[in-house]
């Protein structure tokens, strides 16, 4: 199986060589890795310069994460592809582990492991959250799941191209939720992903990445409307009743939030009362999982398996 790496950049100079080198400890190689320069302003091309026999680089043809992850798909020669963050690590295995499960799964096309978000303190990996997607996803249609809130990073997913071609492009309007975007058209191609805990991707935390999240809120929370809003109006026949609730009460809630800034949406009573059941569904499940989570996540608290984890990547 030949797997194209995606990687969308935008001023990780500092970060990217760490992450290029965790691609090229896989146990299984990847045919190529594609990094796609989304307007950078820092000394990218410095960095890179090294590694310019084992990279293609290119620059994006639009604006956004969304842009440049369609511009390294129209040039990946990859049966699979795995998109990436320029500022994220791979444990060594992943690539071989998670081929292995799509090319004997060729009908689902999609392969989803876990991640964990974690921060390099004095040479080392400190868990700041727990570890997510170490339980498979239960046993319900991947789109209710998706509806009621579920989104990964794809970092810690493999995609077949086939699957990849049927989706379709990466939203370019939208510089975020693209992803839970993304993942809601995978889902109703998807009902049941495959799912393996063999593999681990670090989530990289770091300032630059927190800066930008607080100097987006606004945008965030109104992207997330209108992406939340599209999928409840396509997807809505194919939903559980449970999920229209606490999908248009994630609609209801953010609409809430965006008063903060001055913003107001109108709300009707069934918003009202589908942003109650909304907040009671998810204060139920963080009991239930007694994390920040839900357990659809499929999370695990138990920071010894962190631990374990790290054992594959010496």
């Not at 890179?48 to 620059?59: R, T």
């Not at 300032?207 to 945008?219: P, S, V």
């Not at 109650?276 to 139920?284: L, M, N, Q």
């Amino acid at each position: 199986m030949n797997i194209s790496v995606i990687i969308p950049i935008k001023n990780r100079a500092h970060l990217i060589a760490e992450t290029l080198e965790s691609i090229w400890a896989q146990s299984l190689p990847a045919a190529e890795v594609i990094i796609v320069d989304d307007g950078s302003t820092d000394n990218l091309r410095d960095i890179l310069q090294p590694y310019a026999d084992k990279i293609i680089f290119v620059s994006s043809k639009g604006h956004g994460p969304g842009a440049a992850r369609n511009t390294g798909l129209e040039i990946a020669i990859g049966d699979a592809i795995q998109f990436f963050d320029s500022d994220d690590i791979m444990s060594p295995n992943k690539l071989e582990v998670q081929a292995a499960l799509l090319g004997g799964n060729i009908k689902t096309g999609c392969v989803i492991g876990p991640f964990v978000a974690a921060k390099k303190e004095q040479h080392k990996w400190v868990q700041t959250d727990v570890i997510m997607q170490y339980f498979p996803i239960r046993n319900m249609p991947f789109n209710n799941i998706v509806a009621q809130g579920w989104c990964s990073i794809t970092q810690a997913c493999l995609f077949s191209r086939s699957l990849v071609d049927q989706v379709g492009a990466w939203r370019e309007d939208i510089m975020t939720h693209e992803d839970k975007e993304y993942w809601s058209r995978i889902a109703m191609l998807v009902p049941f992903p495959v799912h393996e805990n063999k593999s681990l991707t670090i989530y990289r935390q770091h300032e630059q990445q927190i800066t930008d999240k607080h100097t987006k809120e606004l945008e965030r929370t109104q992207n997330g409307i209108a992406v939340f809003s599209e999928i409840l109006k396509r997807d809505k026949k194919q939903l559980s009743l449970l999920s229209i609730f606490v999908l248009k009460g994630l609609i209801a809630n953010y609409k809430k939030y965006c008063k903060r800034y001055q913003v107001h949406y109108p709300l009707t009573l069934s918003d009202h009362l589908s942003g109650i059941i909304s907040k009671v569904y998810s204060k139920y499940g963080r009991v239930k999982t007694g994390t920040d989570w839900q357990p659809i996540h499929g999370v695990n608290a138990d920071k010894t398996v962190f631990q374990k984890y790290l054992k594959l990547f010496v």
